[in-house]
């Protein structure tokens, strides 16, 4: 799994599954429990996680909807 970017706004991290899965890349969100766990307002950010070998198609997806992807 790789991650391509880190957000505590569920709304853009909603959209940006709903985009991904269109193109069927499979998507993961990590750190969702944690978050909800430390009981902090976002205090926590979610990461948004695809296979190594659906990045680059991922990271092209988003970029053409304007959003910028994390480099890790």
């Known amino acids: 799994m790789r991650e391509l970017l880190r957000t505590n706004d569920l709304v853009r991290l909603s959209y940006l599954e ?11 969100i990590l750190d969702g429990h944690t978050s909800v766990l430390e009981g902090s307002a976002g ?22 909807v304007g959003e910028r992807v994390d480099e890790r």
Do not use: G
Not at 18 to 28: R, T
Not at 43 to 64: C, G, N, S
């Open 18 to 28: 709903a985009l991904l899965k269109a193109e069927s890349i499979e998507v993961m």
């Open 43 to 64: 205090a926590i950010p979610r990461r948004l996680m695809v296979d190594e070998d659906d990045y680059h198609a991922a990271r092209q997806t988003l970029e053409a």
